[in-house]
């Protein structure tokens, strides 16, 4: 299993640009990489998925350097609502009949300042 | 449409009693199902996931037990809650490479 490591927490400032990087040393082949969001008493919640380079949906942009072995979470112009923990998730596709545990990091806390 | 449904949302409960937390899946078949808890200012800790109807694998030993009584339900119990026991309970559904997640129980025994 692909172990992740990201930083425990971050503080930013209201509309400023947040990345959030984690590490994923022994990713394998066939692993993608996925970021959730959770605020307090919530599941979390998906935002962005990849498997290489970058790529953005309406809320978030993922890069992906070409060795796979870390990813950055891009948060544009954050607000007071951003401030919340967020986890990367590695894990592969299910194959017929196989499980995959899904192991979570600690998760970064970022915290938006007005 | 795919849903995780997980209930009840908080629950209190005495020290020495039992556990039954519940959650199903409707709009799939055949899901991977998996049981976390997070104590407070914690991560995800993942306790139990199953592939299917009565196979349970288990993360963490300790003072819980988890059935796959049919395809898409997936409960987790206690005989006996202890104080540590406490935390927020969260079930996830497994679909492609990641998980949506219920909206949680945040058990407190007292």
């Known amino acids: 299993l692909a172990k992740t490591t990201q930083p425990i927490s971050m503080d930013s400032y209201e509309g400023q640009e947040v990345n959030i990087t984690c590490s994923h040393n022994n990713i394998a082949t066939n692993d993608y990489i996925t970021w959730y969001q959770q605020f307090p008493s919530q599941g979390p919640r998906f935002i962005i998925q990849g498997y290489k380079t970058k790529v953005t949906n309406e809320v978030a942009s993922l890069f992906i350097p070409a060795d796979r072995k870390s990813s950055t979470l891009s948060l544009p112009r954050v607000s007071l609502s951003d401030t919340a923990v967020y986890y990367c998730l590695v894990g592969a596709l299910i194959s017929s009949g196989s499980a995959r545990q899904l192991t979570f990091g600690s998760g970064t806390q970022l915290t938006v300042l007005p | 449409s795919q849903t995780i449904h997980q209930w009840p949302a908080t629950l209190v409960q005495p020290v020495g009693s039992p556990l039954s937390l519940e959650c199903t899946v409707e709009?799939?078949?055949?899901?991977?199902l998996y049981w976390y808890r997070q104590a407070a200012g914690r991560g995800l800790q993942l306790l139990f996931y199953?592939?299917?109807?009565?196979?349970i694998s288990s993360e963490v030993p300790q003072n819980l037990s988890a059935s796959r009584p049919q395809d898409r339900q997936f409960i987790l119990s206690s005989k006996k809650l202890l104080l540590s026991d406490s935390g927020f309970y969260l079930c996830a559904w497994r679909r492609g490479v990641g998980a949506f997640f219920g909206q949680g129980t945040r058990l407190t025994v007292v």
């Open positions: 199953s592939v299917g109807i009565g196979q």
């Open positions: 709009g799939t078949s055949n899901p991977n």
